[in-house]
């Protein structure tokens, strides 16, 4: 695997490990509890990080089993269409962008299952990372979920969706704090 899939790899398993030892042990309506601010709650968080993760995994799953046999770049490079999306969604960029409305839980009925898929479709994204390694990174094979005839190509997806990820797990870990002053507070 190269240094830049490595890297990705060990942010998805840093995420994985914090739903799985922070997350999971906190009752449904601690996962449930929005922030002061009016933010996303825990599950609201994981839930979009789901829908996103719903479209892209099986996307990426595709793009794979077609190029499998390629060879060819083995470096992550960007287009201006990936250049924009890991711009747009890098964690340090601190700018708030309206999310599309069928990728916001905003509101949802969720229960504690959301943080089981989540851990599931982790696992699925670290299978992808792995299988990546075999594989041109450089085709263009991966439709845009908002306009499906813009293409990514499969390295620069998987960035898009592990910064994405990165971006949305500091959310959590200030929701996570919020919740668990609030908690600590009250008893």
């Not at 509101?107 to 299988?131: M, P, R, W």
Request: charged share 25%; with cysteine.
């Amino acid at each position: 695997m190269n240094p830049t899939l490595d890297q990705l790899t060990r942010e998805v398993r840093t995420i994985v490990q914090f739903a799985e030892t922070e997350l999971k042990k906190l009752p449904i309506e601690k996962l449930n509890q929005r922030p002061a601010n009016g933010g996303w709650s825990l599950l609201e968080c994981l839930e979009h990080l789901n829908r996103y993760s719903n479209y892209y995994n099986p996307a990426l799953e595709k793009a794979l089993a077609t190029n499998s046999s390629a060879k060819g770049n083995s470096e992550i490079t960007l287009t201006w269409i990936g250049k924009k999306s890991v711009e747009m969604i890098a964690p340090n960029n601190t700018k708030k962008h309206k999310t599309m409305k069928k990728m916001n839980p905003q509101g949802s009925l969720l229960h504690a299952s959301v943080v089981d898929e989540f851990l599931k479709n982790q696992q699925q994204l670290l299978s992808l990372l792995q299988k990546s390694g075999q594989t041109d990174l450089g085709k263009k094979a991966v439709p845009v979920e908002f306009f499906r005839l813009l293409k990514m190509n499969i390295g620069e997806t998987l960035l898009f969706m592990v910064l994405h990820e990165q971006r949305h797990f500091l959310q959590l870990q200030r929701i996570l704090a919020e919740v668990t002053t609030r908690r600590n507070a009250a008893a």
